[in-house]
Every structure is written in structure tokens, then in C-alpha cells.
């Protein structure tokens, strides 16, 4: 049987340590975001079609590829309005890389975003498995991901972590992914200007990071994901811990008084 969800995964920040020290300074973004954007199989092409529109409203080119980090801040917040009307879920894992403990851990190559991806792949399972319903949608509640085919990544080791993972839960660690809602085996790749929903992911993860990174005076952006906030994936009507995942824990307790996240107490 065909998969019930689409989730379209793609990332913004970087995965450096070398963080500003003065505001000229080029450096390391503060915080790693991995976002998916998730649809229904049966209405993807329909919800994803929103790029075309996209395209039609900014007067680009009909197979324009749309890059959030092109667009200026109207534009931006146009985008947002837009895709806060669809039927569809973004969902969020931010790393604030300053408040990892053993950051020398993840330093190592990818250890930083398969980090992220288990904890994406939670809450996508988590989404298939509370929203699926088969006499009404169709499918076998699982769920297709599709990665931004990022140059040089090892998505064969990406799928034997999460494959390693699940060996982990059986034997009774504390792993909580739902891999009968996201096996391993249904991770793919492809280019996002061959994908609407890759370009429509790496809106959600732009405005994910807008909302969260400082700029060179300390200020963030979260408008963008303000007015995304309808379809933010939310349970029990929370979408703190679902939609939006803070990581580490400790990066909740160094960030509190943060003038610039103050909007995060609003965020229901």
C-alpha cells in the first residue's frame, strides 16, 4: 500500500562552532534548523502547487526555482500568508549549538545533523501516526521523506543511524521515533529545484531560523513564522515540543531572558 504522508525535509544555519565575538565578525550561525514540511500523499500536488502561485505573484519565471534566502522581507511575509493557508504541517528542530554540553561531540562530521534528524523524525512520526486515517485519506500511514540532496552527505549512513536506532528501541533504550510510521527505507534525496515541496520546506526552515538567529545587532525575525503559526504541527494544541523543538534542553534555560525570543512565550 502507498505511503499516507509526504514530509519534504530541508535545513538553514550551518553546523560550524565559530561563533561571533564582535558584530563585524563572519561566523557560525548560533543555532542549526532542520525543518519538514508535511503533507497529505493524496493533496500533495495540490498543496505543493502553491510555488506556482508563488512564482505568478513575484513575477519570476514559470520554473524559477524559489530560494527564501533570495527573497526581501515583503516578499517573505507574503510567502508566510500564503502557506499559512494550507493544508499541510511545518515542524521545526532548532539546535542552539552554544548551549551543547560536549560540543567537541558534535563537531564530527554530520554527528550534528543526524542529531537533528532523529529528532525531526520523531515528531514526523508522531504527526503520520495521530493524523492517519486510512478510510478517509488512504495509505498505510507511513510516510515518504524526501531530504534536500545535500552535496557530500552520506544518506546511506543517515538511514543505517536510523536503522541502528530502531535495533536500540527493541532492545529497550529510550528511542522515540514511530518507525512503523517512518521506516528508514523511505528516505530519499532529490534537488530542490526539482521539488515544490523541497522549496516549500526550505521556506518553513528560513522562517524557523529567522525567528531564532540574531543578526549582527542582536535582533531576530519572527514574523514570518508568527504568521505560519496555523500550520505549525500542535498536539493537544502545543506546539512547543512538536512544531517547534528547542535542542538542547539547556539552550531553553541560557535563552530565557533573551530580549530577542521574548516571542516564544506567546507561541501557543
Known sequence: M?????????????EGFKFRTSPAMQRSSDWFVLAAFVTRKQTDLETVKLIDQV???FELPPRKHVHWKDLKHPKKVRYAQLMAGLQARAIGVCVHKPSLLEPEKFQESYR??????RYLMERV????????DTEKWGGDGTVDVLFSNRQGMPYDKMRDYLRHLQVQQ?????????FANVPPDRITTQTPGRSMGLQLADAAAGAFFNAIET?????TEPRYLTTMSPILYRHQGMAHGYGLKLLP???SINLKDHAALQWLAGLK
Open 2 to 14: 502507498a505511503a499516507s504522508f509526504v514530509a519534504y525535509v530541508d535545513e538553514a544555519g550551518d
Open 249 to 251: 534542553r539547556e539552550a
Open 112 to 117: 550534528l545533523y543526524f542529531f537533528a534528524v
Open 125 to 132: 512520526s508522531w504527526l503520520a501516526r495521530d493524523r492517519h
Open 215 to 219: 543578526d549582527a545587532f542582536g535582533n
Open 170 to 178: 527493541a532492545s529497550g533504550q529510550d528511542v522515540r521515533i514511530d
Open 55 to 57: 512564482r505568478r505573484e
